[in-house]
């Protein structure tokens, strides 16, 4: 899911938003990976899509990003309802396992051992926002799966507003604040925030939140453009340290693109 669902998504961003310039092989580059995400990929008998090979077998919620996000928007583009609730439920299942009373979600689940992972790591929970949002925005509002979809989200932000840094950045593990602030899971969720303000799902008071970390952001990006505080791609971890420990390169390609993504978000606001 890593090597398609991404960049399957940009595909068919770019191919929906100018459809008179599509080509016949921007169209069979989705359709394959259409074919992996819905029919090859490993799935658990309910549907979740999970990684058998990854650690004696895991479920992560990246993949609700790297796959779930893919299936919402081929939905979109196909037309058919049924990839969207697929979408939909890849949620809802790991919801149900990774979760916490708190809102916040432990990087992922291994199966083998039915249990969670120990720490809730900043950027894995916010793929799991950004696939929330981008979920919802292509649902139906009459989709039977919207409600609950929504309650994960709120319970989300609710907890996400608790351990946010006084200067507005998240922490690398959410709920340890004596770990070093990431950019990259600061701006995800800025987004989800700002885009769950602008299309009415939570109160517009939350607004302020994304804007502070924004303002939060602002510092870790340099005049030149340079994002900076980014952590690097990163597995499903046992110990604390694992997490302290991984590296934070100048413009981590995890950076870039969601520090504008949230900005972008918070303009639309300013607009209405």
């Not at 004696?56 to 928007?73: E, K, N, Q, R, S």
């Not at 799902?201 to 502070?212: G, K, L, P, T």
């Amino acid at each position: 899911l890593d090597s398609c669902g991404a960049m399957g998504t940009e595909f068919l961003a770019g191919m929906m938003r100018r459809p008179d310039l599509v080509t016949a092989d921007e169209k069979a580059v989705v359709a394959r990976i259409a074919d992996w995400v819905v029919h090859k990929q490993d799935r658990l008998p309910d549907g979740t899509l999970w990684r058998s090979r990854s650690m004696g077998g895991t479920i992560w919620p990246d993949d609700l990003y790297m796959g779930g996000v893919f299936l919402a928007h081929w939905g979109q583009y196909t037309g058919d309802q049924k990839y969207i609730d697929d979408a939909a439920s890849q949620i809802i299942h790991q919801a149900a396992l990774e979760q916490d009373t708190d809102g916040l979600w432990f990087h992922g689940y291994f199966m083998s051992e039915k249990k969670h992972a120990p720490f809730k790591w900043g950027r894995g929970n916010s793929w799991v926002t950004v696939a929330l949002v981008e979920t919802l925005s292509v649902m139906p509002e009459n989709d039977p799966l919207r409600p609950q979809l929504i309650k994960i989200l709120s319970a989300q932000i609710e907890g996400l507003k608790k351990v946010q840094a006084p200067d507005g950045m998240w922490r690398q593990v959410l709920d340890k604040p004596e770990l070093w602030e990431e950019t990259s899971c600061t701006a995800m969720f800025a987004y989800g925030i700002a885009r769950a303000v602008n299309r009415g799902w939570i109160d517009a008071s939350n607004m302020v939140v994304a804007r502070h970390a924004f303002a939060g952001i602002a510092k870790n990006v340099t005049s030149g453009g340079v994002v900076k505080g980014t952590c690097q791609g990163t597995n499903i971890g046992r110990d604390l340290d694992y997490y302290i420990k991984r590296q934070r390169p100048d413009d981590d390609l995890h950076g870039r693109g969601v520090v504008m993504l949230a900005g972008t978000e918070i303009l639309l606001a300013g607009e209405k």
